[in-house]
């Protein structure tokens, strides 16, 4: 199969084994092209890509923006802070006036949870969610399990557990989605309180230990604390929390065998994973980040392959 | 209806053999040259070549790789099924170096165009030569002509020229079928 089962890449939740497979496959082509001297393609010469970001970013945005000039299209960048929205312009209507314009896919964040699916059945172009709200983030999960499968070789039977704030976090429910697809185990593991209530309904164990977590494991993907999500304080303190749930050398140390240590970034140095750990031979963080944008690129590929030509 | 044989598997090796001699006259020691195949099937023809350019003719070092043209191709978003890419491999530089690349049937060109554009992702080459099994001579698209030729055929379109190796379809030979629904 060579074509993706989507017309939108909005969420895991609604992709099938088959297309992140395809995915990965193309992938792995892309990745060797950001090897090169030139580092580019033709593919998308003539499609325009705009990034809407409703919410802030760095290294999502770099990453879509990387991916799309690299396949040589076009890209246009909207940020809602220097805007019409804060003119009260209402979302159909900005990214309507965009694709006046001849815009042929957009890549959106929004703060809202469903914006992009929302989207998708009020416009004609191609959407890839680059994270709703606290729903989906699908990208991101899409290069961790890539990642996961260039370090162990396959995700099938590999044992991950997602630490951190669970309740908060659009890359944890991505991640739960795409890793049982592919037939992996997942663990989430953190305080009660930052673990949703009925998240066992997923199929995922939860551990409020760390580490047993980590015994338990062959990876640990470790998030950040959104504070900036939090509403009502969910641990006494920043000190506390890393003294229960921060990774560091010393728990590394004790457990029975070595485990890869992913983080979606941007890390928080000392609250959720120390300097020693980020920076240890454990850590694959920065090939997650070369993954991304082989991911993104094949995403953007295989969608723009569906968009129909002007005759 | 049956496919013509072209080339069975003892006319597959004496043409290997010629076109490696024709090589080895240009090249001489292939100290200044690399071999390239383009995939997905150009890569057994450079396998083949390069296989009895290092143990006939005892080449040492010889550098060969292998090229996906699919994300430069010119037929993108235009046919109802996209295709899937294959790797790439060039693990030396081609900058300076007399580049030949190779492919199993030459047709309306565009592979070699697309092949050309790819293989300058990689470095600026002294020169380009290309060489193919099979030119299907009167059906180019784009001004492309080989350098080397194994064997040239006059067909049409209705027909399709398949090259077969032992290590995939198991027995060396070049069939033509003749595709067109309305014979007989």
Redesign the interface.
């Known amino acids: 199969m060579s074509s993706l089962s989507v017309d939108h890449l909005l969420g895991i939740e609604n992709i099938s084994p088959e297309d992140i497979e395809l995915i990965f496959t193309t992938a792995d082509n892309f990745k060797e092209v950001i090897n090169r001297p030139i580092k580019k393609v033709p593919s998308l010469r003539d499609i325009t890509i705009a990034n809407l970001f409703f919410e802030n970013s760095t290294r999502t945005k770099l990453s879509f923006e990387l991916a799309e000039k690299r396949l040589s299209a076009d890209v246009i960048n909207f940020s809602s802070s220097s805007s019409s929205v804060k003119k009260g312009e209402t979302l159909i209507d900005t990214v309507n006036n965009i694709l006046a314009m001849k815009v042929d896919m957009v890549v959106m964040r929004h703060p809202n949870p469903g914006a992009a699916s929302f989207l998708s059945k009020h416009i004609k172009a191609r959407i890839v969610n680059a994270g709703d709200g606290t729903h989906e983030h699908p990208t991101q999960a899409l290069l961790d399990a890539y990642s996961v499968r260039e370090r162990l070789g396959t995700v099938k039977g590999k044992k991950i557990v997602i630490v951190g704030d669970i309740l908060h976090s659009r890359v944890a429910l991505s991640n739960i989605f795409c890793l049982q697809k592919l037939g992996a185990e997942v663990m989430v593991c953190g305080p009660t309180t930052l673990i949703p209530k009925y998240i066992s309904e997923l199929g995922v164990k939860v551990s409020h230990k760390l580490i047993d977590a980590l015994n338990w494991c062959d990876i640990a993907n470790v998030l950040r604390i959104q504070l900036e999500r939090q509403d009502i304080a969910y641990f006494p303190s920043l000190r506390e929390y890393s003294m229960q749930y921060g990774l560091n050398m010393n728990v590394l140390n004790q457990l029975d065998k070595p485990i890869t240590i992913m983080h979606p970034g941007p890390i928080n140095r000392g609250v959720e994973i120390t300097s020693e750990v980020a920076d240890s031979e454990h850590s694959i963080i920065l090939n997650q980040v070369e993954n991304g944008v082989a991911i993104r690129m094949a995403v953007l590929y295989l969608l723009a392959g569906k968009i129909e030509r002007e005759s | 209806m049956q496919p013509v044989v072209i080339l069975d598997n003892r006319q597959l090796e004496l043409t290997v053999n010629r076109l490696c001699y024709e090589l080895i006259e240009n090249h001489d020691d292939f100290s200044k040259s690399v071999i390239i195949g383009l995939q997905p099937r150009g890569i057994f023809l450079a396998n083949r070549i390069a296989n009895v350019l290092t143990k006939k003719f005892r080449i040492d070092s010889l550098k060969t790789g292998k090229l996906?043209i699919?994300?430069?191709r010119d037929d993108?978003?235009?046919k109802v099924?996209?295709?899937?890419?294959?790797?790439?491999?060039i693990d030396f530089i081609i900058e300076n170096k007399n580049v030949i690349l190779i492919d199993d049937v030459l047709y309306t060109g565009r592979t070699i165009r697309a092949g050309l554009?790819a293989m300058?992702?990689?470095?600026r080459p002294a020169r380009v030569e290309l060489l193919v099994l099979i030119d299907r001579r009167f059906s180019r698209h784009l001004p492309v002509q080989p350098d080397y030729t194994g064997r040239t055929v006059d067909s049409i379109s209705s027909e399709r020229v398949s090259v077969e190796w032992k290590e995939t379809e198991k027995k060396d030979q070049v069939l033509l079928y003749n595709t067109s629904k309305t014979d007989e």
């Not at chain 2, 099924?81 to 491999?89: F, K, Q, Y």
Request: proline share 5%; no cysteine; charged share 20%.
């Open positions: 996906d699919t994300f430069y993108f978003r235009r099924n996209p295709l899937t890419a294959s790797s790439t491999a554009d300058l992702a990689f470095g």
